[in-house]
């Protein structure tokens, strides 16, 4: 989604103004409140002579942008979706810290992996694994008290061994395509499909799910294809448990989609699923993490010198340039030279040349206010220049991709 540039800014400005955070500094929360915080998610705060990039996840942040959703949906409970790296923000930490929070009721991932290593690193709360899993793997997710989705021919062979440890009907989340094609038993084949698991007695249906095409018209017939099925079930005597069907982007433009819990991601993390011009007047996200490194070299160019690969700019006056060691593959887009800009400072500054795969440049101006050493924050919510959702709005780069492209390796510490 591309939007007006001014736009977006002026009103970020605007709204971060009223909120008093536009001057916030990444260090302004109280040592009290980070001890505490290290003590429930182990991130540590960044080590002082780090030059290497880094991320910093402000779990204040994530409580914010949870209180916003919740006023959106009428205080709905929230499955919490943190699949990829809980949207590149670190998964185990960021899950401690999310679960000590009352309004979410249960952690959602997509894959087998993620759901036992959030058991294994000690998460409590319940975890729903939105994926197909193989047998072998049925009696460690039963083992872990994972509640897997159940969704293909062979679901009941799948939860077959889960019974057999557990011995009791094992907790289920049913799957529906009501129009995604992608994952869930298709909603015109769902009743039968039903009918079979719910007499087979090895399953407890605690909850019936699916997605949006976030087509704003389907959505809605997509949202009474899950209704509708849930009544005729329910008429048939089953009761498919609670239903959930909203993503950031309904939970935003869809309150009839709102039933009894809501699903969302990318907003829990500060990310605005479409128009943030729009959303952002409804509720105030605020993006959760920063990517930061060092500055590493600062340099004057003459007239005539170029920066970087393909010589993308050629200096027309003398001007200072600052190089941070941070490329695409840490998870700064390439398109960040079309129109991204860099926080050192209190200022931002243009990124020019290109973006290589460990180091951008940015241009500095005719005085040099930027010294080796400095901290560069390239994406974060310090500034509203900087941030993710208005970055993909100047370069057309998904907010989701700005997110998840994070790059797993890099450290993430405390804000
Ligand atoms: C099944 C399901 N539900 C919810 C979400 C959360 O979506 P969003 O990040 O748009 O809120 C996802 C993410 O893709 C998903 O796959």
């Known amino acids: 989604m591309s939007i007006g540039r001014r736009t977006f800014l002026q009103s970020a400005l605007t709204v971060a103004a009223t909120a008093g955070l536009s001057d916030r500094t990444s260090n302004a929360a109280t040592p009290s409140s980070n001890a505490q915080q290290q003590m429930e998610t182990g991130r540590q705060r960044v080590p002082r002579d780090r030059i290497d990039p880094w991320i910093e996840v402000d779990d204040r942040l994530l409580k914010a942008n949870v209180k916003a959703i919740r006023q959106l949906t009428n205080n709905r409970s929230i499955v919490g979706v943190i699949k990829n790296n809980a949207y590149g923000l670190g998964l185990v930490a960021t899950a401690k810290y999310l679960e000590t929070l009352p309004e979410i009721v249960a952690l959602a991932v ?24 193989p047998k072998s793997a049925a009696k460690e997710l039963a083992h872990h008290d994972i509640q897997p989705c159940l969704y293909s021919a062979n679901a009941l062979e799948l939860v077959e061994p889960m019974y ?35 007499k087979s007695g090895t399953v407890s249906l605690q909850g019936a799910f699916m997605g949006f095409t976030e087509d704003a018209e389907f959505d809605r017939e997509q949202l009474q294809r899950l209704q509708i099925l849930a009544k005729e079930a329910s008429q048939r005597g089953y009761n498919l448990g609670k239903l959930h069907a909203a993503s950031s982007s309904a939970v935003f433009e869809l309150p009839e989609a709102h039933l009894d819990f809501v699903r969302p991601g990318i907003a829990i993390f500060g990310g605005y699923p479409n128009d943030p011009v729009t959303q952002q007047k409804r509720a105030r996200l605020q993006t959760a993490f920063s990517l930061k490194a060092q500055v590493v070299r600062v340099e004057q160019l003459q ?30 887009p390439r398109k960040g030279v079309e129109g991204g800009r860099i926080l050192i400072g209190s200022e931002t500054y243009p990124v020019i040349g290109a973006v290589s795969a460990s180091h951008t440049i940015v241009e500095v101006g005719a005085e040099k206010k930027v010294n080796v ?33 994070l790059n797993s390796s890099l450290p993430r510490y405390s804000a």
């Open 110 to 133: 997509v894959k087998v992996q993620s759901a036992i290593e959030l058991r294994e690193a000690g998460i409590k709360k319940p975890i729903h694994l939105m994926a197909l899993f």
């Open 164 to 198: 057999e440890l557990l011995r009791r009907p094992v907790d289920v989340q049913v799957y529906v395509d009501t129009g995604m094609s992608r994952m869930g038993v298709p909603y015109r084949k769902a009743l039968p499909w039903i009918e079979a698991l719910a």
């Open 303 to 332: 007239t005539g010198d170029s920066v970087s690969y393909g010589r993308n700019y050629i200096a027309e006056k003398p001007t200072w340039v600052a190089t941070i060691p941070t490329g695409h593959t840490d998870g700064y």
């Open 373 to 405: 050493g400095d901290v560069a924050t390239l994406m974060g919510s310090e500034h509203p220049e900087i941030d993710p959702n208005w970055l993909s709005s100047t370069t057309g780069v998904s907010v989701y991709d700005l997110f998840m492209h």
